[in-house]
């Protein structure tokens, strides 16, 4: 018997055994381990099929051209010491860069770069590439302590355990992918909270599950009754464009709360994406909506221009000014544009996914979107949801952000409760001034007449601590020119303490022209009248 | 700081201007009296409050300004008032006697040069 002959019997494996020990690679209850006992498990596997001492798996730098051991049987060292090896050099280096089998059989003669597989004492290798679609994913290798010397069926088999490797090293790749760009979607994206005196609704479609995308949409409420609403778009897809995205946000939210007018806050957006670099170019819709004064102020960064629907209207665009995009000149400064929004009216911010189509003009997506939305009634949510399914295809190149907003007309009468939190009165604030100034209330009327009965607000949220006292109300009327406020409580009136609380009647007193507090063991009542002057000349 | 308001500090001098932008209630008064104790120092001789860029301010707000005014001359430091005639704020500061027991001015210069006055 030959020397070879010995070696080969050796290693030998029924060829039908090792073949299906290869399929329970791809066993379903292996897909969902997590990669890395998926991967240990392949190794074991793959040792006992070849009779081999040792196997490791390398895999791929996404970035850099070299070779990482990411799991290993017998060389465990290899993944603690997070060996890497230069695309191209040394035994697995050549077995990537070549895409074809190598096989050692006396590793004192060859090329080894990697110590640990001399130290180990191995004697024999073979090695194969992880090829999917003819990419190269890594490098699977098998070694004996023994000299040994790999038959080509034995190298054949190594490649098929290697191709259902790949396969399933490739699946959980983007499986992992998938799970992340979702989970960090749903991170970026603002839960939307509920902002007093407006209906919101907002809907993000990524292009696809994989992939994460640059759009992004915001909405929060700035001091003054107002709301600002963003909706941008970062050229681009993949982690990236997802990390520019959320830093744009968080800084546009910054900006906007420190005070800045919509201008300057996008013109510190711009100058802070050149100091962060890499940059890509980043169109931005930004508007700050003054709900009392109906108003919007609305910063165009070469971005589509958003959707007004007036109660009963046909819908029209907002004739906007336009801007350079972000990121394209330094230093650019902004304009912004002021235009009515009426109470009871719509917007609409949205990305460009939704207008645009291959193949058409965006002018006609545009009309598309103009008709679609016009058409439909009752509601922002309704409006996203009918956008959606009419205007985004299942299949699309682009994400797709939009967020629309309405600004419901003030009650005729107000009738409502509230928590008794100190942090209630700003949105029974501006409610109550939208109110009045509907009733023909001049300006200095509304703010007197709010702030007589922010006082009496004030105090049933001081007050109320006994049980079942966690919340009251406030109901407004408006007959015959005269305003009439009841703010009831199910606390117990505290006299006035010092002269803090007696300024706040003394302040009612002053600003309405009745005034009157019952207070019984069940709670207290407030009702405060004034005749708006504005009626009296009518009378 | 709550988003109804936010204060700017700015220093002229030996005097801090404090300004108040947005709303005033008793959702944020105290945080807000802090922040204006936070720019006081004991080498302040006067302190400064601007009102021109607030535009609600109700019993709370007062509160506040005349506990202020009360703290600033147990120390033997002034506090002098910018309100605007034509700022929504300006009636409440009249009606409540604000204006009375404190120094009032209708613009930041004036108020300066009346701090400097006082030197």
């Known amino acids: 018997m030959s020397t070879k002959e010995i070696l080969t019997t050796s290693g030998a494996v029924p060829r039908d055994e090792a073949l299906a020990s290869l399929q329970q690679l791809t066993d379903a209850a292996l897909a969902w381990l997590p990669q890395d006992e998926l991967l240990s498990e392949l190794l074991v596997r793959v040792t006992e099929i070849l009779r081999a001492d040792t196997a490791a798996i390398l895999l791929l730098d996404d970035e850099q051209p070299l070779l990482r051991a990411r799991a290993a049987k017998g060389i465990e060292e290899e993944v603690e010491q997070g060996v890497t090896i230069p695309l191209g050099k040394g035994f697995a280096g050549r077995i990537a860069a070549e895409r074809r089998a190598i096989v050692i059989d006396d590793v004192d003669h060859a090329d080894i770069l990697n110590p640990i597989l001399r130290d180990k004492g191995i004697r024999s290798l073979v090695g194969v590439p992880l090829l999917i679609?003819?990419?190269v994913l890594g490098v699977l290798h098998v070694g004996s302590l023994r000299p040994r010397r790999f038959s080509a069926e034995e190298t054949d088999l190594l490649q098929l355990a290697a191709d259902r490797a790949a396969l399933t090293i490739d699946n959980a790749a983007l499986y992992e992918q998938r799970r992340v760009a979702e989970s960090l979607q749903r991170q970026l994206l603002p839960n939307m909270q509920r902002i007093p005196g407006v209906e919101l609704a907002a809907r993000y479609l990524p292009a696809s599950r994989d992939t994460l995308g640059g759009d992004w949409f915001d909405a929060f409420a700035l001091p003054g009754g107002r709301v600002a609403l963003a909706v941008g778009d970062v050229v681009g897809h993949g982690v990236g464009a997802a990390a520019?995205?959320?830093?744009?946000?968080?800084a546009l939210r910054a900006y906007a709360t420190d005070g800045h007018r919509p201008s300057e806050v996008v013109?510190?957006?711009?100058?802070?994406?050149?100091?962060?670099?890499p940059r890509s170019m980043t169109t931005l819709s930004y508007a700050v909506l003054d709900l009392e004064a109906e108003r919007v102020e609305h910063v165009c960064a070469g971005h589509p221009p958003p959707l007004l629907l007036e109660p009963g209207g046909e819908g029209r665009y907002l004739d906007v000014k336009p801007n350079v995009p972000l990121a394209t000149v330094p230093g650019s400064w902004y304009e912004s544009t002021v235009h009515h929004v009426p109470t009871g009216a719509t917007l609409v911010l949205y990305t460009d996914g939704l207008v645009e189509r291959r193949g058409e003009?965006?002018?006609?997506?545009?009309?598309?979107?103009?008709?679609?939305?016009?058409?439909?009634d009752g509601g922002v949510d309704p409006l996203c949801a009918c956008l959606a399914s009419k205007l985004v295809a299942r299949t699309r190149a682009d994400d797709v952000a939009m967020i629309a907003l309405r600004v419901p007309p003030p009650?005729?009468?107000?009738?409502?409760s509230w928590p008794a939190e100190h942090a209630t009165l700003a949105e029974i604030r501006h409610l109550l001034r939208r109110w009045l100034r509907g009733r023909g209330a001049s300006e200095e009327e509304a703010y007197d007449i709010t702030v007589a009965c922010q006082e009496a607000c004030a105090n049933a949220v001081e007050h109320a601590y006994g049980p079942g006292a966690h919340s009251f109300s406030l109901q407004g009327r408006f007959e015959d020119g005269r305003v009439s406020l009841t703010v009831r409580d199910g606390g117990r009136w505290r006299a006035p303490r010092g002269q803090h609380r007696g300024r706040g009647l003394m302040l009612m007193r002053r600003l309405m022209d009745d005034v009157d507090v019952e207070h019984g063991d069940d709670g207290t009542v407030v009702v405060l009248e004034r005749t708006l002057a504005g009626a009296e000349a009518r009378a | 700081m709550s988003s109804l308001a936010r204060i700017v500090v700015e220093q002229h001098g030996a005097f801090p201007v404090v300004a108040i932008e947005g709303e005033v209630d008793a959702s944020n008064a105290t945080e807000i009296s802090r922040s204006i104790d936070a720019a006081l120092s004991n080498h302040s001789i006067a302190l400064v409050v601007d009102l021109t860029e607030t535009g609600y301010l109700d019993s709370a707000g007062i509160n506040l300004l005349f506990a202020l005014g009360a703290r600033l001359r147990d120390r033997q430091q002034r506090l002098l008032l910018v309100v605007d005639p034509a700022s929504p704020v300006a009636?409440?500061?009249?009606?409540s006697g604000l204006a009375v027991a404190e120094r009032t001015e209708e613009t930041r210069a004036a108020a300066l040069e009346q701090a400097h006055a006082g030197l």
Request: cysteine-free; overall charge positive.
């Open chain 1, 133 to 135: 679609e003819g990419r």
């Open chain 1, 244 to 250: 520019s995205m959320a830093q744009l946000r968080a």
């Open chain 1, 267 to 277: 013109a510190r957006l711009n100058r802070l994406m050149w100091q962060l670099g």
């Open chain 1, 361 to 376: 003009v965006i002018d006609e997506g545009l009309e598309r979107l103009r008709v679609t939305a016009a058409a439909v």
């Open chain 1, 411 to 416: 009650p005729k009468e107000i009738d409502g």
């Open chain 2, 91 to 95: 009636r409440i500061v009249a009606i």
